[in-house]
């Protein structure tokens, strides 16, 4: 069995304008010792299918379906107590945007021991020696532990994020799009050091982007999610080089080669559709070149095709 | 090098207060100089008087000089602590008001401390309860409260508690000649504090709830308390550590500027309940239109604001990192 399983999940936001259904019967699953990459367009519902993995889907949005089954239990039905011992132990996630992420008033030094602290029975002292160890693990001086957050820059708060998620040695990691909003230079240390940590720590990590290149480098399994829903799952070097759903398609032509080659820019034609309303049958359609009646009318199943798992009618 | 960041903030703000005091003075003089009507002719209310007499006063107060030296007068004075004679009472200013200070400082640090408290407890609970119903109960009550003035409360304490079911007396800080001694004349004096001490406390509280419930709804939906919850933090740790020391930073900010709006509130009540302390000497100095008097409680209360918004800023800057660093690099 996988470390972590997720079947047929569904949440959605109950708005005043109806329900905006942002995971809609999404399956994946995370082995031991590897890294998942989620990748789709902005608003297509990857915060939202890893928030329930942590259980912080809260009103209006709720989880109406499926299971999330963590090292043998059930996310969902565990009790409040139980889930958060699970967090920041069993499983630890990096935010999006997480530039506001650390406390304001608080050295970096004690936000890491705070967490070491609540899960594991040590004294202070130790605690702060592992909270310096943490830091120079991230390449951050163990001096600047009596820092607060404003003494450093964005690339550096997100190391210390990277700091406290590590800190108790969780089962899994989940980084929401970590390297989002930082200049390329920054993004390629910090890519560096995930990977690095990845390899040390032989660490499982979902790892969310809308970015294609970073996926390239850390993971080696890729699941494309388009409007609540997973379109294909593939290893990651099959993707790329062939890529099976049309929206797969389109996305790794949107983005310029990762080896350098000029592939040429092109953007996805349309806007991806609303998820109150979304369009009756294969969800990509309004979008796809290739869309016939069938699209119009039918949910696509998954179906294999070359070692991908693939929700395509043109498949047969 | 926190401490020097720290002490070269501290230092900056201990000007800015000397500063402020002194623009105080300033204003002080000008106004009561710019008040019609003649001080001497306040002074001897007595038609007799001849002009010469008259004249004779005026000399002695220096009032025949031109405005720069009076004002250099009063410095020299104000600085050895001379604050002019009471019309009313024919004694100096400083010590009818030194009389006063304690009494103003028992009911006013009482009365603000359980209204800071109280206010900052409810308001967190609220703010992080937001939408439930406890948070409406809170809110509800404050609101009400907070639109209610002081004086108005006060007088409708007066009636139902005092008036009506004479459980609380009608003003005054002790049973006169009671001779009530020790304990006993404490507990009186708590008795006679109640009502005014409690219509402070609600006024007062009730905007406190307002301001720390705004400002914890704002703390709570931050990143760091998502950040705080995925560490697997206890609830009563992820409030206590991260959303109420955050929330807690802008109402220290607006209590330095609430404590002018409080004196307000204290000259109200301390009149209403006829507390013998310095708001009941403003409204007594200006019924009998004692200058001098006046011109002293207007300073002492400035230079009180000016004095606790000093230290509401030196625990501001000591308990956000930012400020400290801020300027010293
Ligand atoms: N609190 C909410 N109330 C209503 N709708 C919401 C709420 N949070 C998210 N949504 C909707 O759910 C959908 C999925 O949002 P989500 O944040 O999971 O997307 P995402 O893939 O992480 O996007 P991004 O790349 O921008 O982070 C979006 O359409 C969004 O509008
Ligand atoms: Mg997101």
Redesign the interface.
Known sequence: MALLEVENLKIYYFTREGAVKAVDDVSFSVDRDETLGLIGESGCGKTTAVFAIMRFVAPPGRIVGGKIIFDGNDIITMSNEEIRLLRGKGIAMVFQAAQNALNPVMTVGKQITEVILEHERITKEESWERAKRQLELVGIGSERVKNYPHEFSGGMKQRVMIAIATACNPRLLILDEPVTGLDVIVQRQLLTLINKLRKELRLPIIFITHDLSVIAETCGKVAVMYAGKIVEQASTVSLYENPVHPYSQALIRAYPSIKGEKRGLKSIPGAPPRLINPPIGCRFHPRCPYAVNICREEEPIFRKKNGHLVACHSIK | MALKGFASFAIRKAIAAIITIFAIVCVNFLIFRMVPGDPIRMMFRDPRITAEQMQLVREKFGLDKPLWEQFNCYLTELFQGNLGISFWQKRPVLEVIADRIPQTLLLVVTALAIAVILGTILGAIAGWKTGTKIDSFILGISLTLYSVPTFCMGIIFLLIFAFQLAIFPLGGISTAASGLTGFGYWKDVLWHMFLPAISIVLWYGGEYVLLTRSSMQDASG???I?????????ES?VLR??AL??AL?PVVTITGVNLAFAVAGIIEAETVFSWPGVGRLVYDAVMKRDYPLLQGTFLVFAVAVVLANLVVDLIYGY????IK?GKSE
């Open positions: 931050q990143d760091y998502t950040t705080a919850r995925a560490k697997g933090l206890k740790a550590n991260h020391r955050n930073l308990i956000d990192p930012r660093v």
